[in-house]
């Protein structure tokens, strides 16, 4: 399936260093920084570098190495703002919306990482 990358979306934007964002982390093929509306203490996008739509663009037609980097930035981000679990953290939530049922709004792949507070069930069934 084709996919069709919007180079003027936000994220786009970012990565070019027209819009400002506060950086968590850095990496070859990947940036994570924080949401501009924060939804819990702490929430952080991490974005691949790459011109990816969403999680299965990146999947199909991403590199091994950018996956990797991209896996592992999520991860860093998780250790280094103390949040693993595994390592007396409190833990963390990914989410990534993938199209419009999803309700994604910007249209270059995210993972969100949500966490600093207990985040409830995961998803609020609408009334
Ligand atoms: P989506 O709904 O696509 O999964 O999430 C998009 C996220 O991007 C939202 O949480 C929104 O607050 C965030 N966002 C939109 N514009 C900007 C921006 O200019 N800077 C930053 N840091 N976050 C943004």
């Known amino acids: 399936m084709p996919y069709s990358y919007d180079p003027e979306n936000i994220f786009a934007r970012i990565l070019r260093g027209e819009i400002p964002a506060k950086t968590v982390l850095e990496t070859g093929h990947s940036l994570a920084f924080h949401d501009i509306r924060a939804q819990a203490p702490t929430h952080v996008l991490v974005i691949p570098k790459g011109p990816y739509v969403n999680w299965d663009h990146f999947a199909a037609a991403a590199s091994d190495a950018e996956i990797v980097d991209f896996t592992r930035a999520v991860a860093r981000v ?24 999803s309700h994604q709004e910007v249209p270059h792949l995210h993972v969100h990482i949500l966490a600093g507070r207990p985040l409830g069930p995961m998803l609020v069934r609408p009334e």
Not at 79 to 91: F, H, K, N, R, Y
């Open 78 to 101: 998780c250790a280094e703002l103390g949040l693993e679990p595994g390592a007396g953290g409190q833990g963390y939530r990914l989410l990534a919306n993938s199209g419009p049922h």
